[in-house]
């Protein structure tokens, strides 16, 4: 069974400063891992994910995450935030079926 | 692109009335998904289906029943509804399982408000 761990439920950050969402999981096997963002009142969208190929991986936005087996994380980072990165950011583990984390909203102050 | 439609953002329903929640994928996907999304718990599948007339129980399945008779079209039913199905119900597709990387793309989702 996996399963997903977002370790902050909200980050505040002003703007222009980094960010780092963090996400741990559990995985008997070689799992996929995504991260989805959700704006206010609309459904998920894919910011990027991650399948056993190179371990950082680039995303839509400016977003990325690195893959490290050995602390089982994959957390997601930005440069440099702006305002309209304020959504809820969900962490995924896919092995077969897909496991949601419970999200981090994300705040960004001006 | 992908896209899939829900067929309502917001309902209100009375308790014990029969509810019925449609999405339609235009991807020829073969999955599809419901989810209920709470706060602090993130989302949780009720049912998925791969499959026209296949389904399969999520992780919270009581208290719902689906319908999957076209391959675009995946229905969720609540049969009596209940306060505590009050939530945003999102609807989900992706193609074959079994692949490694199957995203999944989302619906906006509809909020649920049972009185």
């Known amino acids: 069974a996996q399963s997903v761990t977002q370790l902050d439920s909200h980050v505040s950050v002003s703007e222009g400063t980094p960010v780092l969402l963090r996400c741990n999981y559990s995985?008997?096997?070689?799992?996929?891992l995504f991260w989805y963002v959700q704006h206010p009142n609309k459904g998920l969208q894919l910011l990027l994910k991650y399948t056993s190929a190179a371990t950082l991986v680039k995303g839509i936005n400016g977003f990325e995450a690195e893959f490290k087996k050995s602390e089982t994380s994959f957390h997601l980072t930005k440069p440099s935030a702006h305002m309209s990165d304020a959504a809820e950011y969900f962490c995924?583990?896919?092995?077969?079926?897909?496991?949601f984390g419970a999200g981090t909203r994300l705040t960004v102050k001006p | 692109d992908v896209k899939v439609t829900q067929s309502s953002r917001y309902l209100v329903k009375r308790t014990g009335e029969k509810v019925f929640l449609e999405c339609v994928q235009d991807?020829?996907?073969?999955?599809m998904f419901w989810y209920r999304q709470d706060p602090g718990l993130g989302l949780r599948l009720i049912y998925f289906?791969?499959?026209?007339?296949?389904?399969e129980k999520g992780d919270i399945p009581e208290g719902y029943s689906v319908s999957r008779e076209k391959k675009e079209r995946f229905s969720l039913i609540l049969e009596s509804a209940s306060t505590n199905q009050t939530s945003m119900y999102l609807c989900?597709?992706?193609?074959?399982?079994?692949?490694?990387?199957?995203?999944?793309?989302f619906g906006p989702g509809t909020r649920l408000t049972v009185l």
């Open positions: 989900a597709s992706s193609l074959a399982l079994g692949l490694d990387d199957n995203e999944q793309f």
């Open positions: 995985s008997s096997y070689s799992p996929s």
């Open positions: 995924v583990v896919s092995v077969g079926d897909m496991r």
């Open positions: 991807m020829d996907h073969e999955n």
């Open positions: 289906s791969y499959d026209v007339k296949m389904k």
